[in-house]
């Protein structure tokens, strides 16, 4: 079955500075592969797809890559501001049918 | 607000009792997923409706759990005779067919199994 790993450990960083999320998976390549932001008590918020072929996403301050060699997708966030501070998840799609979530990573900004 | 509702928010229950959830997705979205997400963990697939037909059932599901979606619109999913590491947040996400596969998803209901 397919493993996606995200840090488990909390990332800290200051307000203004990039923020960088990891999500690596395992086996095949998903044909694509979304993040989700999701804050406390609340479902979590489609932000960005990026599908197979695609090397780099961008949406405002986000951007996200996708190395299929290293089987592996980046998501950024520039000029970070306190109010990006929440849980991020990546969710590979390998079945339209049925997706699969990373454990996420959460994220603070420090003001 | 014609996101995606679920109710109740929250419910206490008892070991034993059977419970069950409500889900309204966007109206014009064919696809319906459930999920269960306790604390520290993303969301875990249980299940997939493709307008009424269930498509997809996480194998993780044991017997106790049933959904339906009868006219295609709202759903429900049922868990019976519940127990305690049922306790979680259940999630609902509705998708449109086509496009990026974008979820919505609803506020959830957190269980509590007694």
């Known amino acids: 079955s397919q493993k996606i790993e995200q840090n488990s450990e909390a990332l800290n960083i200051q307000e203004g500075k990039t923020a960088t999320l990891t999500c690596n998976y395992t086996n095949y390549s998903p044909a694509y592969l979304q993040w989700y932001r999701q804050d406390p008590g609340r479902g979590p918020v489609f932000l960005l797809l990026i599908r197979e072929n695609e090397k780099e996403k961008r949406k405002e301050r986000l951007k996200v890559t996708f190395d299929t060699t290293l089987k592996q997708s980046l998501f950024h966030i520039t000029a970070s501001q306190p109010a990006d501070s929440a849980t991020y998840l990546c969710?590979?799609?390998?079945?339209?049918?049925?997706?699969?979530f990373g454990s996420g990573t959460k994220l603070n900004v420090k003001p | 607000d014609t996101g995606v509702s679920q109710n109740p928010r929250h419910k206490i229950t008892k070991r034993g009792q059977n419970v069950t959830f409500r889900c309204d997705p966007i109206?014009?979205?064919?696809?319906l997923y459930w999920y269960r997400q306790t604390l520290g963990q993303g969301p875990e697939f249980l299940t997939y409706f493709q307008n009424e037909a269930q498509l997809e059932k996480s194998r993780l599901l044991s017997d106790r759990f049933s959904a339906e979606r009868p006219k295609g619109s709202f759903s429900t999913l049922e868990i019976q005779r519940t127990e305690q590491g049922d306790s979680a947040m259940y999630l609902c996400?509705?998708?449109?067919?086509?496009?990026?596969?974008?979820?919505?998803f609803g506020p959830g209901t957190r269980l509590t199994v007694t």
């Open positions: 996400a509705s998708s449109p067919i086509g496009g990026s596969y974008e979820q919505y």
């Open positions: 969710a590979p799609l390998y079945n339209f049918n049925k997706f699969y």
């Open positions: 109206s014009e979205h064919n696809r």
